[in-house]
């Protein structure tokens, strides 16, 4: 059976791909730090596997991968802080930005890509963002993450091409998903999903589904899934 290893799989895209992948038939692995919501993942779907760590505690991946087989690795772990003015950003919140969104992506795919090398196969994916390829305000190291997340798998791909190894950037535009749940209100949120034309989790999950399906030969490097009626941030068309 193939596995996938999917990190930020408790909500949003990371949930419906680990809901989607073991549906189709892979073994897959759900990691996230909630062990709560990965019990309510296990229950909707009895052939995952949940994993509960940090995704930059380096030493527990290590101990947790040491063990594991993986045939497709999905870099989805991610998190938006404060909207604001760069000038005026909490070092705090840079910090755990790089670390989460490019540090951990980094360093796990560092203690895959090895066992991928020696079989001579596998699928690396990284969820990045459309702000890593378009300047909006309020979201400069957001921003600056996912730009280098996409030069990341750019360059990582040059390196593992040789050995068999596909690596594909996950570009999604406006996605409704917990993301801004902790830094917008309700009624900003509201205005931002306003119309029902986001994309939705699923609809990422099914572009990677059809990715996956590819023969061994075949690489997407890179696909971008965008609201065919995109809003504003006030929700307005």
């Known amino acids: 059976m193939t596995t996938a290893f999917i990190t930020g799989a408790t909500s949003g895209i990371g949930k419906a791909m680990a809901l989607s992948l073991s549906e189709a038939g892979y073994e897959v692995y759900a990691v996230g730090r909630s062990k709560a919501a990965l019990g309510e993942l296990r229950a909707a779907q009895p052939g995952i596997t949940p994993i509960a760590v940090d995704v930059t505690d380096r030493d527990a991946l290590e101990s947790v991968l040491s063990d594991l087989h993986i045939d497709v690795l ?17 070092i705090s919140d840079i910090d755990a930005t790089l670390e ?35 300047a909006f305000p309020n979201v400069a190291v957001y921003s600056a993450t996912k730009a280098a997340i996409a030069g990341f798998a750019a360059a990582l791909r040059a390196d593992v091409m040789q050995y068999g190894i596909r690596v594909t950037e996950i570009v999604p535009g406006r996605v409704e998903t917990e993301l801004y749940k902790d830094i917008l209100d309700e009624k900003a949120r509201a205005a931002m999903y306003a119309g029902n034309v986001a994309v939705q989790p699923s609809d990422v999950a099914a572009m990677v589904l059809a990715l996956l399906a590819l023969p061994a030969w075949a690489d997407v490097t890179r696909f971008d899934i965008m609201p065919t009626r995109p809003t504003t941030p006030s929700g307005t068309k």
């Not at 999905?74 to 909490?90: C, R």
């Not at 796990?108 to 990045?128: A, C, D, K, N, W």
């Open 100 to 134: 989460v969104n490019l540090s951990a992506a980094i360093m796990l795919t560092r203690l895959v890509v090895p066992q991928m090398r020696e079989r001579q196969s596998g699928h690396i994916i990284f969820t990045g963002s459309s702000a890593a390829h378009t």
């Open 74 to 90: 999905i870099n989805n772990a991610g998190m938006m802080p404060p909207l604001g003015n760069f000038a005026d950003m909490k």
